[in-house]
């Protein structure tokens, strides 16, 4: 069975700050995507990393796979009110889903304070 | 486009009635998967169907649980003799395939806004 450790499990911090979720396994993954949920909404996606040691950037977020493909970071600079939710983790391990569906991570509460 | 949508958005239900949950998947998508989300549990994968083949049922809690998938396109999720312990969103995603080399591709999952079932 395929783990995906992410931390902080909450987060909360102020506005114009900067920030970290880890996402961490002792599996590989083909590839990672990253989702943010509202309450009462389902996971929408953030980006997908499929490469070891790939870094992405969506405005003031990047993402980064890590080179063994087991472990992914999302790093938040000058975070913003408009930031908040709960970010989740989610590893593929055939060609993304396959019969095993995505492993996710429990997710991180991310409370930005104005 | 047209996202992933399921019905209903809320179902309250009684210990030991059955339920139905509904998924339209994103037109095109050959790849439809079914998740719960528990309060403290994350998401937990349930069954995966693509296309027309025979689905992977491993990821079932029990045999009160089952899915079909009509015509490749729309899928229930049908929960028998409701419990307490299956309060939760029931979340459906499908998927697009892209191409990380000429060689291989990965798969992208969208989800839908999920149905939120209490039993009572």
């Known amino acids: 069975t395929q783990l995906l450790e992410q931390s902080p499990q909450f987060l909360s911090i102020q506005e114009g700050e900067n920030l970290t979720v880890y996402c961490n396994s002792s599996?590989?993954?083909?590839?990672l995507q990253w989702y943010r949920q509202e309450p009462g909404e389902g996971p929408v996606l953030l980006v997908t990393v499929v490469t070891g040691g790939e870094v992405k950037k969506l405005k003031r977020l990047t993402f980064q796979f890590g080179d063994a493909r087991k472990d992914s970071s999302l790093h938040i600079t000058a975070a913003q009110p408009g930031d908040t939710g709960l970010y989740l983790c989610a590893g593929a391990s055939h060609q993304g889903g396959g019969a095993d569906g995505l492993t996710f991570g429990k997710g991180t509460h991310l409370i930005i304070q104005p | 486009g047209a996202g992933v949508s399921q019905s209903p958005s809320n179902k309250v239900t009684e210990k030991g009635k059955d339920v139905e949950l509904r998924c339209d998947p994103i037109?095109?998508?050959?790849?439809l998967y079914w998740y719960r989300q528990s309060l403290g549990q994350g998401l937990e994968f349930l069954i995966y169907?693509?296309?027309?083949?025979?689905?992977?049922k491993s990821g079932l809690p029990s045999d009160r649980f089952s899915a079909e998938r009509t015509g490749g396109s729309v899928s229930t999720l049908t929960i028998q003799r409701t419990q307490q312990e299956d309060s939760a969103v029931y979340l459906c995603?499908?998927?697009?395939?892209?191409?990380?080399?000429?060689?291989?591709?990965?798969?992208?999952?969208?989800f839908g806004p999920g149905t939120r079932l209490t039993v009572l």
């Open positions: 599996s590989v993954f083909s590839s």
């Open positions: 037109s095109g998508h050959t790849a």
């Open positions: 995603a499908s998927s697009a395939q892209r191409k990380k080399s000429p060689y291989s591709s990965y798969n992208e999952q969208f």
């Open positions: 169907f693509q296309g027309n083949s025979a689905p992977d």
